[in-house]
């Protein structure tokens, strides 16, 4: 069979670790698309991972390109296309210029990979992922963004840190926008199936989950001058490897919600089925009040920066 093809738009530090992750796992060959201005440097990442290989003996392709026919025949699309936040900023402040270039990209990948699976990462995420999906006209299952697995890793982390157990067992699910109101469910998080409720203290687990919520801006205010990379690529590459291998895995993502949990017309962090599909199925479960209260709570910060697009 012949190899596939995944394309990292935007090759900062995101892009960059996109596409080192993506050729480690071998997912296919893999371009690097940027503006002109970009080029020297993906190519250069490009050439960098290719030297890379002959250590693990992988033989997928790297390639960095600003000619967008370079996207032609992408199976998959991940999206960076965009500045990153800086310490006091939210992930809104960045609506307005990242709007303009997520709309640049839609109309490239519409005009050169119409049949790809499309997965965003820039932020304010849940708007940017809604305006690639009305610029670009492709169907709903075919566009996702990349938040809850990265909220939700970022919860396991904690739980993890906190009760000195493995990460590995650590698991749990992060809902809403992927903003600072998002909603870790605390009611459903376990540690080798045990509720954390029984190992870790209500306040010490209230604190979890607000650093959790507040853990993208921690990393910020710690670089001063940029967002996090290798985590949200990790992320992103999880959801990529699901499509492409058709795993069928679940994972938390800012998928369209066509009245699952009495959401309608958003794209909100929901439990997704990733398959050969696309997003496949949304698992919808019963919430208590608490949780439904939140989760409609994040809507309305949701829809209020999705009305900021005006599309
Ligand atoms: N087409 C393609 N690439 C673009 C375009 C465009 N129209 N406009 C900007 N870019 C590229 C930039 O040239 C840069 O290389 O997007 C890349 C963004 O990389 P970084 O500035 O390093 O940002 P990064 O940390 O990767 O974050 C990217 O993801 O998590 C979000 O908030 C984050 O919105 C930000 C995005």
New binding site residues.
């Given amino acids: 069979m012949a190899r596939r093809k995944i394309a990292m738009?935007?090759?900062?530090?995101?892009?960059g670790n996109l596409a080192l992750l993506a050729a480690q796992k071998e997912l296919g060959d893999v371009l690097i698309?940027?503006?002109a201005?970009?080029e020297g440097?993906i190519k250069g990442k490009a050439l960098d991972i290719m030297q890379l290989r002959p250590h693990d003996g992988y033989d997928v392709n790297l390639e960095g390109s600003s000619d967008p026919e370079s996207l032609t025949n992408s199976d998959v699309i991940i999206i960076?296309?965009?500045?990153?936040?800086k310490p006091g900023m939210n992930?809104e402040d960045?609506l307005e210029i990242?709007l303009g270039?997520i709309k640049?990209?839609a109309e490239k990948v519409k005009t050169y990979a119409p049949n790809a699976f499309v997965i965003v990462?820039?932020?304010p995420?849940d708007a940017m992922v809604y305006a690639f999906y009305k610029a670009s006209g492709f169907k709903s299952n075919k566009v996702v963004g990349m938040a809850g697995a990265l909220d939700s890793a970022r919860f396991r982390t904690f739980i993890a840190m906190e009760t000195g157990f493995s990460v590995q067992d650590v698991s749990c699910m992060v809902l809403g926008g992927h903003g600072d109101s998002m909603v870790p469910i605390t009611r459903l998080a376990t540690v080798g199936g045990v509720p954390v409720t029984k190992l870790i203290s209500p306040e010490r687990l209230e604190a979890i989950v607000e650093r959790t919520r507040f853990a993208g801006g921690e990393i910020v205010k710690l670089f001063g001058n940029?967002?996090?990379?290798y985590a949200?690529a990790q992320s992103a590459i999880e959801m990529a490897e699901s499509y492409l291998r058709d795993k069928k895995r679940v994972i938390p993502c800012a998928s369209y919600c066509q009245g699952e949990f009495g959401i309608n017309g958003y794209f909100i962090g929901v439990p997704s089925v990733i398959g050969s599909g696309g997003v496949e199925q949304i698992l919808e479960f019963d919430l208590t009040k608490d949780e439904q209260n939140a989760l409609l709570s994040t809507l309305e910060k949701v829809k209020k920066t999705v009305q900021g697009t005006g599309l």
């Fill in positions: 738009i935007g090759g900062g530090q995101i892009g698309y940027d503006i201005k970009a440097m960076t296309a965009g500045i990153p936040r992930r960045l990242n270039i640049d990209v990462i820039s932020n995420l940029g967002s996090a990379f949200p």
